[in-house]
Each structure stands twice: as structure tokens, then as C-alpha cells.
């Protein structure tokens, strides 16, 4: 009988609960300011050797967004340190932080068709009051 979840799978889910509470308590006060972030998904590869991490990053712009992600970089190692004392791993992955775009790219795309959809009704409610 085939296992449910992959090695890779559980190690990802492990990884990704534990990044976001070092991101949340240790790095936060290692760093400063820290904007609202979210980890989206962590992809971690079949040797388990590394770990991609998608952050979505809220309310900040394009600038304070890259030096954000530059920071995560230089910090990887601390952060790869701490997760190494809360796995039960013989070697750590290699943590590669990716900025994810999908969920703001998301909800401008509903945004945008919650203004259509408005836009045309008005149209349609002025097209019938004027016949």
C-alpha cells in the first residue's frame, strides 16, 4: 500500500510551519520591522538537499519589497541555523526565499472584475431608465 504523503511532502509541511514561527518570534527581533508576510508554499526537493520558500509580502511596495527579500537572503543562515536546532534532520536543506505574486496578483484580478461587473450594471440601469 502506497504511503499517502511523500517524504518530501512531510518535510516541506515540517519546514513551512517552523519557518513561519522563526519569521514570526526570532527573526522579527532579530531584524526590526518586519511587514505582514505570509509563506504560501515551500517546495522542497527529492535529495531534500533544498527548500524554496514563496512568501507573499502585504501592503509594501515594489522597493521595500526587494529590500526585504535582500535581507531574507543575508539571513538565511541564521534562519537555517534555527531551523536545524528544531528538526530532527541528519543535513538541513538549503533555504532559497522566492517572492510570491499569486495571491495579490489574485486579488487584483477580482478587483478588477468586481469594477466591471459594477460598471456594467450602472450601464445597464442608465440604458433602462432612459428607454
Known sequence: MAREFSRTDRVAQQIHKEV???????????VGSLPFITLSDVEVSRDLAHAKIFITFYNSDEKETKAQMKQLGENTGFLRSLLAKRL????????????????TEGMRISNLVSETIARDKERSNNDDEQE
Do not use: G, T, W
Open 20 to 30: 513561519a514561527s522563526l519569521l514570526q518570534n526570532e527573526y522579527k527581533h532579530r
Open 88 to 103: 530532527r534532520m541528519r543535513a538541513v536543506p538549503h533555504l532559497h526565499f522566492f517572492e510570491d505574486k499569486s495571491i
